[in-house]
Nanobody
Framework: QVHLVESGGGLVQAGGSLRLSCAAS????????MGWYRQAPGKQRELVAV???????NYADSVEGRFTISRDNAKNTVPLQMNSLKPEDTAVYYCNVQTQDGLGYQYNYWGQGTQVTVSS
């Protein structure tokens, strides 16, 4: 079992910055992709950014150039630096981690979510 703890959400004015972080702990043999998703009220959960085990990243078009995802493999953490925030970035942000056990089975884990609110 893998446990994810998110931190860093909050209230910020438009144009400001926030840094989210997610730490994975538990029975981890190998972490493949780590990422962040978000869900705004009345909308479906969407991908924000993802980083694979090799360090390759993928961003939603709406955050490209403003958000930066990274990972610390020694600490099993995945920070998300969010700059130039806009009111439309307001959502609950969820950490996602995909792991693989010794037999090659893959598992998908979600954090509890952290609220990000951007005021205009």
């Amino acid at each position: 079992q893998v446990h994810l703890v998110e931190s860093g959400g909050g209230l910020v004015q438009a144009g400001g910055s926030l840094r989210l972080s997610c730490a994975a702990s538990g029975s981890i043999r190998r972490i493949n992709a780590m990422g962040w998703y978000r869900q705004a009220p009345g909308k479906q959960r969407e991908l924000v950014a993802v980083i694979n085990s090799g360090g390759s990243t993928n961003y939603a078009d709406s955050v490209e150039g403003r958000f930066t995802i990274s990972r610390d493999n020694a600490k099993n953490t995945v920070p998300l630096q969010m700059n130039s925030l806009k009111p439309e970035d307001t959502a609950v942000y969820y950490c996602n981690v995909q792991t693989q056990d010794g037999l090659g089975y893959q598992y998908n884990y979600w954090g509890q979510g952290t609220q990000v609110t951007v005021s205009s």
